[in-house]
Structure formats: structure tokens, C-alpha cells
């Protein structure tokens, strides 16, 4: 072993205790807390984007070495090492064929040209931070895999070790802290470097750090020394001991503050640095040719916020005299100061100020409408707005009497509804306000979106509507309120609106034709107001209005109508004022067809069968039946009376039946028709006929005898009866067929109608008998058969009794 080797093997190895110096020359005291570099940035976007750990694997060829304590070196084999300097990284550039990485390395040239240091202290600190990061990163073998020369990876990863570790925050810190002293952000400078740990094994950085301590002393001095002036009336000097603080500090948040309080523009000036919000942000417009190129650094100033918080800095540069600030929060008051740059970046000359802007976007898509004493208003809020504030002004100026209530939500709109308003011109003001996180105060206000807007006279509602059927037929309507304009009776094509519904009246349906034109008043029909088109006549009827009219006749305007037969119409009061209309309550009138083709016959002492044409489609049909001064309804449904007919329980007495079509239903108001079907039928007179043994005349019997009795109801058939009739017929049968009616054979008797009405009356009960023997000489050859018949009179209406058939034959 050479004695060169050795020397440098000892110090190799002093190198990795801690305490001593780095590197065969010692010549790095620690490893670096920062880069140091402005647009350190920048360039590590350029490295990512070639797809580099660190920037010195860019520095040696496939395969080699690099050395970085002593300096940059490529180790390409044993004993060769090459220096990287500015030549060598221009000759890499001219050899490296991909575009990006011969950009970078071009960039690296001229950081090493300009400090020659500059680049070995980004490469110690890139790869500080990957060995801090990497799970093994205590371990050489772990440096050797980044390509460090085996030589340096073990001092190199003590070194990194000694070496504070920086978190997220401290790592963006160190990186930007040379960019804001090149932009003479002497404050945020300040803050960076307040979040590193201590400098003590990097002097670059000790002594940055002093020499910017030493600077924001003397920036703090100058805005202390601007208040004193300030606040004893000096503004011109306070504005001079600003604008050097700026000059010391350009991102001065005190000194900014002081001249824009020391600010006095003429009343409505804005100057030459104006505002105005705009879709996305604030817009800032001044004159290019008065300040030529001047470079300038616009902040933000918040009201609210702390006296000391770091400006608001507008991102971008100016172009053609305009700057839009993107970063001005929604729902606060900002205020722009624009300060013009030296080359080097520092504050030179006055400031432009900019008058205060709120950040207030307003509500948008306002729509208003007007009803029956109301105003409703809509819009959309814009987004991060608290609340949306609504002012109404009426006639005169006033506001309403009714507080506003709160606004209502609904998806992405808000609605209002004030009510209780006189008919007027209105004024309607929608705001939106604005409580940004945090603030203690009520927030900004944005503009004003404003819509007139004029509450109209409405008519008066129509409270109720009653109809009573008329005994000619037709319906007599009644109402109460609707007054001040005109009621007109329709019918809805559809479901009627609720009443009280706002309408307009070009949406109502037309009038009903059959019930007259708009209710407006006119002549006294009756004690009662008829409408227009109407006639008067006699009101009452068979049915009542509906509930609560039952017994006595309602009372207010009355309107005459006839409704077409044969369906329900479901009538509607509305209450029309020109071209408003409010929906008022329906009733139902039915006007069924008549029944026609009444006819009525017993059956039986005390059942009638009733006959008659089912009217239309109605569904029930009343038949009322008078007898003995009472009435009596049935009610038969269609299915039943095709199925089954109708017969009704009676009394022999005589009886009326009256037929006609049921509501179909129970709230509906039955309209008469033109003539009830009415029929009668006389009481129940019934002749009854026997034959009677004939009287015996020693071992043989006489002829037998005919016994007809008639039976009638009330006392009396009274004198029209028919007479009776018996008739024979022998055909020479064993079993031989009855006569077929009075000429079916020869009259063996004869009862004329007055003799039976005499035998009647004689007993005083409505009962008599009348007996005569049967002319055997008249039959024919036994046996015969005998049957009785009625003739003449009302033989249609009195009822035949008949004997057993067997009993009618003589053998």
C-alpha cells in the first residue's frame, strides 16, 4: 500500500466521526439545511420531469461513479476521476441527444458558472434528503445504490445522519428562502427562516440568516417611526418612513397598511389603479403609458384581517396594463396596492392604490310575481354566500307592514313570499350576504338585484254557491260574495281548482250556456238578485241545495239554469275582475232523462208489478207510490229491474206510482225534468165463482148452481162492474178442454154487472153473492167443461177469481 493511499484512507475514515470535518480536504463543515438557489423550484420540476432522483445522476456516464464531498467528480474506473465543471457540463450537454435533459444540463452550467459551489451544495442536499427518506438510509450500502463512490458513501451517510432532518413544512421553507430574498420578500423570508432548525454546520445559511435579521430589524423600525407621524397628523412624513420600509421589505404588511390609510384620492377618483370584479376573480387596469415598462408586485389587502398578516400577493405580471386577481376570496373587501420594482426586484417609488372592491358575487335568475295581495320572489344564490337579504319598498316609500318571513329553500333556489299588501307599485331588493369563516363581523353585502313589480286589485272570493231545483225544472244557483266584479258559473274540463285559486281569465273555461252569461246582478226575481239572461219563476222544488240548505231557501243573488238531461255537471262559481280570476266553490247538478213507459198490474191482492223504459244511463231509478195518503219510495238498480222487473207491495186500495231517475250521487243536486211519469190503478175488485151442488130432490140432485160473489175495498166497488159470463164446451172426451173465452161454447149463466154491484152494496162491506142454477138445457152432451169469464165494463181492472179446474167439469 502506497503511502498516498493511506494518508487519504486516514482521513477518509476521520471523516466519518462525528465532529470533524468532511471530505480528504475537510472541506465541508456539515451537510447543507438548504439549496440556497433561486428558482430552486424550477429546477427540481425539470429533474422530475426527466425522471431523476437527484441531479448527479445526470453527471456520470452508465456505469459510473460519483464523488461529492471534496467536489464534483465522475469516477469512470481505478484511478479516474473527472472534475465536473462548467466545460465538462456543456460537453454533456452537446452529447446527451434527449431535448429535456440537455435543457437541465445547460441550466446546470450556468448555476456552476455563476457560483462554483453552488451546484456540489444542491447535490449534498438533494441527497441528504433521499437518504432521510429511505428506509436504509443509515447504511452506506444505501448511498452506494444512489451512485456514490463506495470512497464517500460511509462519511456521507454519517454526515446525513448528524444532519437535522426537515419536515415537509421546513423542506418548502428551505427551498423558497433564496427566492424571496431575490424578490426582497424580506417578511416571508423571515417566516421561512423562522421553521429552520439552527445553522450551525451550514455557514451560507448562518450567514444569510444574520444578514436577514439584521435587515428586518431595520425594516420594523421604519413603520413604527410612519405611525408615530401618522398619529400626530403628518401623513406626508408617514408616508415617507413607509414607503423606506417598503424599499427594505417589499411584502411589508404594516408599511402597505400605512400608506393605504394615509391615502386621500379626490371624492369619486378612483386613480389610476382601478378595480372591478369580474367572472372569476377582480380585474386591475392602469394607464401603460404613463408608468412605460415598469415592473410591478401587486397585493392584496382583506379587510378584517390582523394588522401583521402577509399580503395577499396577485399572481402574474401585467399584461397591457391588466391584472386579474384569481385569488381574492368570495364574500370579502378587498383593497389592491400596486408597487413599482426596481431591476433588482425592490420597491421603488409610490405606490398605486386602489379603492376598496367587495368580492361579492350577487344572486342571479331573480324572478318575481304578483297574486291576490302577495308578491313572491325567487333567484338563485351564488355559491358561499350565508344568506340572501331581501328589502321591499311600497307605495310611498314605505315598507310593508308585514315583516319579510325567511327565505325558503328549495334545490339550488330560494323563495320569498311577502303577503298582506295593498294593491301598488313595489320595489324588490335581493342582497346577498357574505360571513366568511372566522369573522366576527356581519360580512359584505353583495349589489343589489332589484325588480318592480305591482300588486293588482283582485276580486272579491266567492264564499259560497248552493242550487235548489226548481219544480218546472231547472235549478236556481245562489251565491254569497264575489262582490266588485263579475261571477261566472263553469264547468272544469278536468279536476276543478281549489278554491281560492289565483287564476288569470284567459285560463278559465267559457261560460255554461245553459245557465246564463257573467253573474253581475240585475232585476229582483223572487226576493233574490237574477243574473243576466235569467227569468224568474217559482223556486222551489223537490230537492234542497246541498248541507245546511235543507227546509229553507238560501238567501243572495240568484242565476236561473236549465242543464242539458241525461249526465252530472259539476258547476263552479269564479270570481273575475278583468284579467284576474279566483276559483270559488262547485256543486253538483244532475238532471236525469225521464222515465217513460210507465205501466202498473197487480199480480196479487197486495202486489203491483211495475213497467216502464229505463231512462239512459242512470243508475237508480225512485218509484214513489201513493195509497191510502201516504208515499212510499223504492229505489230499484238497473243490473236488478233487466234482471228481476220491479213488483211493490200494496194494499187492495187504489194507488198512483211516480218514476223517476236517482242522483247518482249523494252531494248532487237533482234537477226535475219536464214531467214526472206518473201512472194509477184503481183498487183491487175481485170476482170470485163456484158451482154449487144442486138442492137433492129425493135420490137425485138438481142442477148445480153458479155462486159468484165480488169482493171489493173501502165498502164499494162502486156501480161500473163488469158482468160475469159462464160458458161450457164438451168436445165427447173423457177429460174435455176449457172454453177459450166467452164464445168457446154455449152461456149456461149469466150475471149482469148491476145485480153483483147490488148484491155489494146490499151488505154494506164491499162483499156480496149472487147464486143463479147453470141452463143444463143450453149445455151440451156430458161431460162438459165450464168457465167463467168477464164481460163489458171495467172488466180490465177487477180481478177474476177461479175455482180448482176439476171442479169446473160435470160429468
Request: charged letters at 20%; hydrophobic letters at 40%.
Amino acid at each position: 500500500m502506497t503511502s498516498h493511499t493511506l494518508h487519504g484512507g486516514r482521513r477518509a475514515m476521520a471523516g466519518t466521526e462525528f465532529g470533524h470535518a468532511i471530505g480528504l480536504s475537510r472541506a465541508l463543515s456539515g451537510l447543507p439545511l438548504a439549496p440556497l438557489l433561486g428558482g430552486y423550484g424550477e429546477l427540481l420540476a425539470a429533474q422530475q420531469a426527466v425522471g431523476l432522483r437527484h441531479l448527479g445522476a445526470l453527471l456520470v456516464p452508465p456505469g459510473g461513479r460519483l464523488r461529492v464531498l471534496d467536489g464534483i467528480f465522475a469516477v469512470t474506473g481505478p484511478g479516474r476521476r473527472r472534475h465536473v465543471g462548467t466545460g465538462v457540463l456543456r460537453a454533456l450537454r452537446r452529447e446527451q441527444a434527449e431535448p429535456a435533459a440537455a435543457r437541465l444540463l445547460e441550466r446546470l452550467a450556468g448555476i456552476q458558472e455563476a457560483d462554483p459551489a453552488a451546484l456540489r451544495r444542491i447535490l449534498l442536499y438533494q441527497l441528504t434528503h433521499l437518504l432521510h427518506h429511505h428506509p436504509q438510509g443509515h447504511l452506506p450500502a444505501t448511498a452506494t445504490g444512489f451512485g456514490i463512490d463506495p470512497v464517500e458513501a460511509a462519511a456521507l451517510v454519517h454526515a446525513a445522519a448528524r444532519r437535522a432532518r426537515l419536515d415537509d413544512g421546513q423542506r418548502a421553507a428551505a427551498e423558497a428562502l433564496r427566492d424571496d430574498l431575490l424578490e426582497h420578500r424580506i417578511r416571508s423570508s423571515a417566516r421561512r427562516a423562522a421553521l429552520l432548525p439552527p445553522a450551525d454546520g451550514d455557514p451560507p445559511l448562518a450567514a444569510l440568516l444574520a444578514g436577514l435579521t439584521a435587515r428586518t430589524a431595520a425594516a420594523d423600525a421604519e413603520p413604527a417611526m410612519a405611525r408615530r407621524h401618522e398619529e400626530q397628523g403628518d401623513l406626508e412624513r408617514a408616508r415617507v418612513h413607509d414607503e423606506e420600509a417598503l424599499a427594505l421589505a417589499g411584502d411589508c404588511p404594516r408599511a402597505v397598511r400605512g400608506l393605504v390609510r394615509g391615502h386621500r384620492p379626490d371624492p369619486g377618483d378612483p386613480g389610476p389603479l382601478e378595480s372591478a370584479r369580474v367572472p372569476g376573480g377582480v380585474e386591475l387596469r392602469w394607464p401603460v403609458g404613463e408608468f412605460g415598462d415598469t415592473r410591478w408586485r401587486v397585493v392584496r389587502l382583506t379587510r378584517g384581517e390582523p394588522a401583521g398578516a402577509p399580503l395577499g400577493e396577485v399572481a402574474g405580471r401585467p399584461a397591457g396594463g391588466v391584472l386579474v386577481d384569481r385569488g381574492a376570496g368570495t364574500g370579502v373587501e378587498v383593497r389592491h396596492v400596486a408597487l413599482p420594482l426596481r431591476a433588482d426586484g425592490a420597491v421603488d417609488g409610490p405606490a398605486l392604490i386602489g379603492a376598496p372592491l367587495s368580492v361579492a358575487p350577487a344572486v342571479t335568475e331573480l324572478r318575481v310575481g304578483d297574486g291576490d295581495g302577495w308578491i313572491e320572489a325567487s333567484w338563485t344564490p351564488p355559491a358561499g354566500a350565508a344568506r340572501c337579504e331581501v328589502t321591499l319598498t311600497g307605495p310611498g316609500g314605505r315598507a310593508p307592514a308585514p315583516p319579510l318571513p325567511p327565505a325558503a329553500r328549495a334545490g339550488l333556489r330560494e323563495t320569498v313570499r311577502a303577503r298582506g299588501l295593498t294593491p301598488g307599485r313595489y320595489e324588490l331588493a335581493v342582497r346577498a350576504r357574505y360571513a366568511p369563516t372566522g369573522r366576527t363581523d356581519r360580512g359584505v353585502l353583495s349589489a343589489a338585484v332589484t325588480a318592480a313589480v305591482t300588486v293588482h286589485v283582485w276580486p272579491a272570493p266567492v264564499r259560497t254557491l248552493t242550487a235548489t231545483a226548481r219544480a218546472a225544472g231547472g235549478v236556481d244557483f245562489h251565491r254569497t260574495g264575489g262582490d266588485g266584479g263579475r261571477v261566472r258559473l263553469v264547468e272544469w274540463p278536468g279536476e276543478a281548482p281549489a278554491e281560492g285559486t289565483e287564476l288569470t281569465a284567459a285560463e278559465l273555461p267559457p261560460p255554461l250556456d245553459w245557465a246564463g252569461r257573467d253573474w253581475t246582478g240585475g232585476a229582483t226575481v223572487g226576493g233574490n238578485t237574477a243574473g243576466p239572461g235569467t227569468a224568474g219563476g217559482d223556486t222551489a222544488g223537490r230537492d234542497s241545495s246541498g248541507p245546511g240548505t235543507a227546509g229553507r231557501r238560501p238567501s243572495g243573488p240568484v242565476s236561473i239554469g236549465a242543464p242539458p238531461p241525461g249526465s252530472p255537471t259539476t258547476v263552479a262559481a269564479v270570481a273575475v275582475l278583468g284579467e284576474r280570476a279566483l276559483a270559488g266553490p262547485c256543486v253538483l247538478v244532475e238532471a236525469p232523462l225521464p222515465v217513460t213507459g210507465l205501466a202498473l198490474r197487480r199480480t196479487a191482492p197486495d202486489l203491483v208489478q211495475v213497467t216502464f223504459d229505463w231512462p239512459g244511463a242512470a243508475g237508480t231509478v225512485t218509484a214513489t207510490v201513493t195509497q191510502d195518503g201516504r208515499r212510499t219510495d223504492f229505489a230499484v238498480a238497473r243490473s236488478v229491474f233487466l234482471r228481476e222487473g220491479l213488483q211493490l207491495p200494496v194494499t187492495p186500495a187504489a194507488l198512483s206510482v211516480e218514476a223517476h231517475a236517482a242522483p247518482r250521487s249523494a252531494r248532487s243536486v237533482l234537477a226535475a225534468p219536464a214531467a214526472d211519469a206518473r201512472a194509477e190503478l184503481p183498487a183491487d175488485v175481485a170476482i170470485a165463482y163456484e158451482l154449487v151442488p144442486g138442492p137433492r130432490r129425493g135420490l137425485r140432485r138438481g142442477p148445480p148452481v153458479l155462486r159468484v160473489t165480488v169482493r171489493a175495498p173501502g165498502g164499494g166497488p162502486g156501480p161500473d162492474l163488469p158482468g160475469f159470463l159462464l160458458v161450457a164446451r164438451g168436445d165427447g172426451g173423457r177429460n174435455p178442454r176449457r172454453p177459450g173465452g166467452p164464445a168457446g161454447g154455449p152461456a149456461v149463466c149469466r150475471v149482469t154487472g148491476a145485480e153483483l154491484a147490488a148484491a155489494a152494496a146490499a151488505t154494506g162491506t164491499g162483499t156480496g153473492t149472487v147464486e143463479r142454477p147453470i141452463d143444463t138445457t143450453a149445455a151440451p152432451g156430458r161431460p162438459y167443461a165450464l168457465r167463467g169469464f168477464l164481460l163489458g165494463g171495467a172488466a180490465a181492472s177487477v180481478r177474476l177469481e177461479e175455482p180448482p179446474l176439476l171442479s169446473l167439469v160435470v160429468r
